[in-house]
């Protein structure tokens, strides 16, 4: 489980990033994510819906412990991404679309290195890759260094790396980002199989496809706020006659809720 | 196994498959001494034949016929002799290149000579580097014939010939061997061993944080249940590793190709082994450890704050200069290692360097030494790990 409570991140801009978002004729805004609040349960896919510098981002690095929240608490798995944020990264597997992986390293490498990293034992590894290997079809290029691979067997060898020590709680930032199609395909059916098992998934997107496809739960972000947070069905329901996108649109030009 | 083994492990083969690295840590280390001496050797040996064997232009001219000199002359056979020529042409010619060297007997020389005083002649040559080595031929020559004119005198005289020499000087120079190597060669060891400590430290340095974080595989660390300290001791005992490994390697590659060259005489060979006898070694070594320390913290911070391998290569660029100018210093003759340049950082390893090789190291300056680098190691290591806490400069964009 993850709870979110009035979370804030605050970056100090520069004078010159001031001075760009002043071009841009964008909003000069420090707060990246301000006060958002919501929690997202085991077995259900929680979406985190909102345009490109909405907050996304952002709130994902903080629950995963990578970014610090400037206000506010975050709870996974009952841990606190602050005081005990090392107890939080043994239970979150983390991936996006732009994750990369060590070139001149191997698949089973790589797997052995992180599964390492999460404390596993060699045999728990062993274990726990055939299982993936097996499923993915990644043995023909297991001994091959990824710097080799195609972009698709890379993508398997990532979702076997975010995977491997089991983690209660997945998260995924932008995962089909500059993928094709084939690739997607397999990001998805990690999700639906991660919600299957029973785990906590959350996963961001700007993409209205993904949302319907997979979302259980909804949150719309837009430049750091909130602007829905409830279940997917709710929101279709008030939003019928109208399709995906302009109920985004509208809901984004719309009142803000906490 | 500790998460600070698994990730040294994990950099260690990463590193070591990385070809660049590769070249930069091992092959020139390995390949820059013998590379250099062979070159240095042959184009010297090369330069010297060429000088010796070289036929030379000689103009002579003489008022009054003296045979001596010109039978001289004539009898070698590597001189074409020319006394065709006009004084005034010898300086024309010799400035175009037509003649190499001139002599212009007095009209006076052969009285002169008669008259037990110096014959005068004038010799014209060049004096460029050449020039200054293929004079020494006509030197000899002259100095040949004037000892013959001496020895004729002396013995018309009835006298003996040291009867010229006031002082018979006999030098004793203390120095020994080592020291005569140390002070010659120290300067140049230490110099390479710093760039090659820096050069070996440079692309793991550069790979293993900027190149992470261009990757997008600084994400996956950061979210693996480990601290960031250990992460970045991780990666910092590759990159330290790194440029000893270059220092030891570079120090094989000088090893052999001393060992294995016939063109270096045996006992200088035999001079330069006991000068880097094994305690000599590890001192050196124990002296590169802080400064291998100091490169890899100030060059993985830089590498930290980058946002591509590109930039951490533009960044860490100039360091070069700020490496060599020191490391050059120290290789000045006349530089020594006292009170104020023991603290001067790079500078302070290469001048102990240089007297730990020349064997008279002075044990205060040496603790000096140590001490001010394992410091500013320690501070540049502390800077590097706050570095990495940083989200603003983690996550630069």
Request: net charge negative.
């Given at each position: 489980m993850i709870e979110v409570i009035d979370l804030t991140k605050r970056f100090d801009l520069s004078r010159k990033q001031k001075k760009s978002l002043i071009q841009a004729e964008k909003k000069v805004s420090?707060?990246?994510?301000?006060?958002i609040n919501f929690s997202c349960q085991p077995g259900r896919i929680f979406t985190l819906l909102g345009p490109n510098g909405a907050g996304k981002t952002t709130t994902l690095r903080m629950i995963a412990t990578m970014l610090r929240p400037t206000k506010g608490t975050i709870r996974v798995a009952g841990f606190?991404?602050?005081?005990e944020s090392e107890s939080v990264r043994a239970h979150i597997g983390f991936l996006t679309g732009t994750t990369g992986l060590?070139?001149?390293?191997?698949p089973r490498e790589i797997i052995r290195y992180y599964g390492q990293l999460h404390g596993l034992s060699l045999k728990e590894i062993e274990e726990r890759q055939k299982i993936y290997f097996d499923l993915l079809g990644i043995w023909d290029f297991?001994?091959?260094?990824?710097?080799?691979?195609?972009t698709g067997m890379k993508q398997k060898v990532s979702i076997v790396r975010t995977i491997v020590h089991n983690p209660p709680v997945v998260v995924f930032d932008e995962?089909?980002?500059?993928?094709d199609v084939i690739t997607s395909r397999n990001i998805m059916d990690l999700i639906r199989s991660c919600k299957k098992e029973g785990k906590t998934v959350i996963f961001s997107t700007h993409i209205m496809g993904e949302v319907s496809l997979l979302a259980d739960d909804l949150a719309i972000i837009h430049e750091g706020k909130l602007c829905y947070n409830g279940h997917f069905d709710d929101f279709k329901r008030a939003h019928s006659g109208v399709s995906l996108e302009d109920a985004f649109i509208n809901t984004v030009n719309g009142e803000v809720v906490k | 196994m500790t998460k600070f083994w698994i990730v040294f492990r994990k950099e260690m083969i990463d590193t070591l498959r990385d070809r660049r690295t590769l070249l930069v840590m091992v092959l020139i280390p390995l390949l820059a001494f013998p590379l250099m001496m062979k070159i240095v050797t042959s184009v010297t040996s090369a330069q010297v034949k060429k000088t010796m064997e070289k036929r030379l232009v000689v103009a002579y001219i003489e008022s009054?016929?003296?045979?001596a000199l010109l039978t001289k002359l004539k009898g070698e056979s590597l001189f074409d002799l020319r006394?065709?020529?006009s004084e005034k042409e010898i300086k024309t010619g010799i400035e175009n290149g037509r003649v190499d060297f001139g002599l212009v007997l007095s009209p006076e020389f052969n009285e002169e000579l008669s008259a037990n005083k110096p014959g005068t002649l004038q010799f014209y040559y060049k004096g460029s580097d050449e020039g200054e080595m293929t004079k020494k031929r006509i030197d000899a020559l002259l100095e040949q014939y004037e000892e013959e004119i001496l020895n004729e005198r002396f013995g018309r005289l009835g006298l003996?010939?040291?009867?010229?020499?006031g002082l018979n000087i006999v030098h004793r120079d203390v120095a020994t061997m080592k020291e005569k190597i140390g002070e010659k060669i120290g300067g140049l060891i230490p110099y390479l061993f710093i760039i090659f400590c820096f050069l070996g430290s440079m692309y793991p340095a550069i790979d293993l944080a900027a190149g992470e974080k261009e990757r997008g595989t600084i994400e996956t660390l950061l979210v693996a249940p480990i601290g960031r300290m250990t992460i970045v001791f991780g990666k910092f005992a590759i990159v330290v590793a790194a440029g000893l490994f270059s220092v030891v390697l570079s120090f094989v590659g000088l090893f052999f190709s001393i060992k294995s060259?016939?063109?270096?005489?045996e006992e200088f060979i035999g001079a330069f082994l006991t000068s880097i006898e094994p305690i000599t070694l590890i001192s050196i070594l124990l002296l590169l450890i802080p400064l291998s320390v100091l490169f890899a913290a100030i060059m993985l911070a830089i590498s930290i704050f980058a946002k591509s391998f590109k930039e951490a290569q533009n960044l860490i660029g100039p360091m070069n200069f700020i490496v060599i100018i020191p490391a050059f210093i120290g290789m000045l003759p006349g530089v020594k290692l006292d009170m104020m340049t023991a603290w001067i950082p790079i500078l302070n390893v290469s001048l102990a360097t240089k007297q730990l090789m020349m064997g008279n190291a002075d044990a205060g300056l040496l603790a000096i030494v140590y001490g001010s680098s394992l410091i500013l190691a320690t501070v540049a290591l502390l800077f590097c790990t706050h570095w990495f806490n940083k989200e603003s400069v983690l996550f630069r964009s």
């Open positions: 420090e707060n990246a994510v301000d006060g606190d991404t602050v005081k060590y070139g001149r390293l191997t297991a001994d091959k260094r990824i710097e080799k691979l195609s995962p089909t980002t500059g993928l | 009054i016929p003296n045979s006394t065709d020529i003996e010939r040291n009867i010229a020499s060259m016939s063109e270096i005489p």
